[in-house]
């Protein structure tokens, strides 16, 4: 029999015929040897309301003393737990649609919180609603960071402004500039040791000096490559690792540490960034479920998410649309708290969630083609190996007691795919459960590409197949 391969890594291609296999909503994870495959292919983790609020569209998070302060819409929630149950309280205004900042310092016995919006800078307060950041002294920032003790507010035209010592205070002197290319800057981020000056051709590096008057900080090394817009970024969050960002060149890269960035894209993924013309379009969500820890880039049309353990890519498609519905996130309250782009509610990433709330997280793998160029294959028989038997035995009925998988195919490299095919997946416990499918036609000289969707939501795991096929004449 002939193997039908399935992808670790999602590579649709260019063009239909081109690609290497999809892997949409779910990932490959490497086995331990000895297993009966090298690799699962499992759905990705879902999603589980934490709450709804009244106010549609998430635009930034910060976590702090067991408060969650969420910038949704025009106003700033506070979400805390208590047991099980989760409480909503409306701060109030916070003026604007777009992506919002958050940064905290040090200070005692209570941090200031600081907010930066297209609008200006903010106080965030516990109970009232923020205020206006009405130092003089501070131009309009695009973002703010906390590094060493300092807010440093990014301003467009390539300074940054350095507060006092764990304080909210702006000296007028107190700045430095980015200036080793033009373009100015479209966010300050600490990371590690640095912060990182990123404008639409450059970062700049900069380290704490100590410097007696002006900024404490010095430029300490330069990079030619900018960043592709101010949100096209993630990974400062607590509790991840590594930054993830768009570059200038329609690149996504990755940096651990250092100072220079990896790219860890494919010319796939690279050409649907360069497609979107307006790059303010594009985002970065980055989360951690079970060890693994995520990077999601997305545009209107196409979330892509890395695995940093792996490198490895998948898709990611909510419910009747062709991007996911996450944006923003932080870790919080045990887990990480994903925001929604176009209702009000507020996600906990969850791997153990085959859902994304009450719609279906649709899994689809799709093989790389069995050729037998340019001659056509009679296939008798396919074969595929599923974990099996992981219905539940008190669920809804049939689609968590009885779930099944649909299998079609393509023989025109991925264009097309026939009717699919209703397979059981199998009851609880019943390993026996075989998924085959018999007589299933001629391929042509472009090969057999399969197809597999599960929306059942249970427990799938697609491990390996084999087809049984005799070579034809051209």
């Known amino acids: 029999m002939t193997d039908i391969v399935f992808p670790n890594s999602t590579s649709p291609g260019a063009r239909q015929g081109e690609g290497s296999g999809r892997l949409v909503n779910c990932y490959a994870e490497p086995l331990e040897s000895g297993a009966r495959a090298t690799f699962a292919r499992r759905r990705a983790p879902g999603l589980t309301r934490l709450v709804t609020t009244a106010f549609a569209g998430c635009r930034g998070f910060h976590f702090y003393n067991g408060d969650l302060y969420v910038a949704q819409a025009n106003r700033l929630l506070r979400i805390n737990q208590s047991g099980s ?5 409306n701060l109030g205004a916070l003026a604007g649609t777009g992506r919002v900042t ?7 016995p209570v941090a200031d919180i600081v907010c930066v919006t297209e609008n200006g800078a903010f106080i965030v307060n516990r109970t009232t609603a923020p205020t206006s950041f009405t130092d003089p002294d501070l131009p309009q920032p695009v973002t703010v960071t906390f590094l060493d003790g300092y807010f ?3 301003i467009r035209d390539g300074r940054f402004f350095t507060s006092g010592i764990n304080d909210t205070t702006i000296n007028a002197l107190d700045f430095g500039k980015a200036e080793s290319h033009s373009g100015g800057l479209l966010n300050a981020v600490a990371f590690g040791e640095q912060l990182m000056l990123m404008g639409p051709s450059s970062i700049e590096f900069w380290q704490n000096a100590g410097n007696a008057t002006g900024t404490p900080f010095s430029r300490a090394s330069v990079q030619s490559r900018g960043l592709a817009s101010t949100f096209a ?12 960002f768009i570059g200038d060149d ?5 940096l651990d540490g250092g100072y220079t960035p990896i790219k860890i894209s494919n010319r796939d993924l690279e050409r649907l960034i360069a497609a979107v013309a307006d790059k303010t379009l594009l985002d970065v969500t980055v989360s951690v479920t079970e060890g693994h820890a995520w990077a999601t880039v997305t545009g209107p049309h196409f979330s892509w998410t890395y695995e940093l ?14 991007h996911w519905r996450g944006v923003c996130s932080i870790q919080a309250f045990g887990g990480w708290v994903i925001g929604d782009r ?21 899994m689809q793998v799709i093989s790389l083609p069995a050729l037998g160029f340019p001659n056509r294959v009679a296939i008798s028989r396919a074969d595929f190996d599923f974990i099996v038997g992981q219905g539940l035995v008190t669920g809804l009925d049939p689609i968590e007691v009885d779930p099944v998988c649909l299998i079609s195919w393509s023989d025109d490299g991925g264009a097309t795919f026939g009717t699919p095919l209703k397979r059981n997946l199998g009851r609880l416990a019943n390993y026996r459960t075989r998924i085959t499918i018999n007589r ?22 697609v491990l390996a197949g084999a087809m049984d096929g005799a070579l034809k004449s051209k």
């Open 85 to 89: 149950a989760y409480t909503v309280t």
């Open 102 to 108: 958050f940064a905290r310092n040090n200070k005692a």
């Open 152 to 154: 440093v507010f990014a």
């Open 233 to 244: 970024i993630a990974g400062t969050e607590y509790g991840f690792s590594s930054l993830i």
């Open 250 to 254: 329609n690149s996504v890269y990755r």
């Open 309 to 322: 353990a792996t490198g490895f890519w998948h898709e990611r498609a909510s419910y009747l649309d062709d």
């Open 342 to 362: 176009k209702t009000g509610d507020i996600w906990m990433l969850d791997a153990n969630a085959m859902t994304e709330g009450a719609n279906a997280l649709v």
């Open 440 to 461: 299933a036609g001629m391929a042509g000289p472009y090969g057999r590409v399969w197809k597999i969707e599960v929306a059942d939501p249970v427990y799938v795991s």
